[in-house]
Nanobody, 119 residues
Framework: QVTLVGSGGGSVQPGGSLRLSCVAS????????MGWDRQAPGKERELVAA???????MYGDSVTGRFTITRDNAKNTAYLEMNSLKPEDAAVYYC?????????????WGQGTPVTVSS
């Protein structure tokens, strides 16, 4: 079983930057990817970024070019560097891991980390 603990959210002005962290523990060898989803009030949860064990990355269209995901495998930690933040980036960000199971794959989420972008 995998447990995720996210941190680093907060409040920032438009154009500012924040860095989120996500630490995985437990059966970390079963993790295929780590990343974040986000959900704003009244909107569906959407992909922000994911980084796979082969090093490949995936980003949501609205954050491409502004957000960067990295992963420190030795620390079982993923980081999301968020630059040029916009008001529409405000949401609760959920750390996520894609985990291999006997049946296939399963998404695991950590607790949400609120991000506020306003002047």
């Amino acid at each position: 079983q995998v447990t995720l603990v996210g941190s680093g959210g907060g409040s920032v002005q438009p154009g500012g930057s924040l860095r989120l962290s996500c630490v995985a523990s437990g059966s970390v060898s079963s993790i295929a990817s780590m990343g974040w989803d986000r959900q704003a009030p009244g909107k569906e949860r959407e992909l922000v970024a994911a980084k796979f064990t082969d090093g490949s990355t995936m980003y949501g269209d609205s954050v491409t070019g502004r957000f960067t995901i990295t992963r420190d495998n030795a620390k079982n930690t993923a980081y999301l560097e968020m630059n040029s933040l916009k008001p529409e980036d405000a949401a609760v960000y959920y750390c996520k891991a894609l985990v291999r199971t006997f049946e296939g794959f399963e998404n695991i989420w950590g607790q949400g980390t609120p991000v506020t972008v306003s002047s």
